[in-house]
């Protein structure tokens, strides 16, 4: 299920579209490729290890409509994915306070950013 995160508790994650939007649909961050892709004027970044998965879903980022929270999905290790993810730590502790876990996943995951 997305989890909802207004950009402007996480506006790292502007910057991780804005670099998408800098390299092009296809490009490798962090030794991680990453895909953009557009669908009716939204935005999504995927990034795809054997580890995990990670959807990034900017609404109406290529519509100019902006506002609407972005929506997160992270499949498979948890842990390793907020490690790989180029964002700052303060945002990082937006998003796993935001993240459908646990008590003790939460407060591990915390610590580790």
Not at 19 to 27: C, E, K, P
Not at 37 to 64: K, M, N
Not at 73 to 96: E, F, H, S, T, Y
């Amino acid at each position: 299920m997305p989890t909802p995160i207004s950009l402007t508790d996480c506006p790292s994650l502007i910057n991780l579209m804005l670099t998408g939007d800098q390299l092009g649909a296809s490009f490798t961050l962090k030794g991680v490729r990453c895909d953009v892709v557009q669908v009716e004027g939204h935005a999504c970044i995927e990034a795809v290890t054997p580890d995990f998965g990670l959807s990034v879903i900017y609404p109406g980022w290529y519509a100019g409509e902006h506002g609407a929270p972005a929506r997160v999905v992270i499949v498979g290790d948890i842990q390793n994915c907020l490690q790989w993810l180029p964002i700052d730590p303060v945002d990082k502790r937006a998003l796993i306070n935001r993240l459908p876990l646990d008590q003790i996943d939460k407060t591990m995951f915390t610590l580790a950013v």
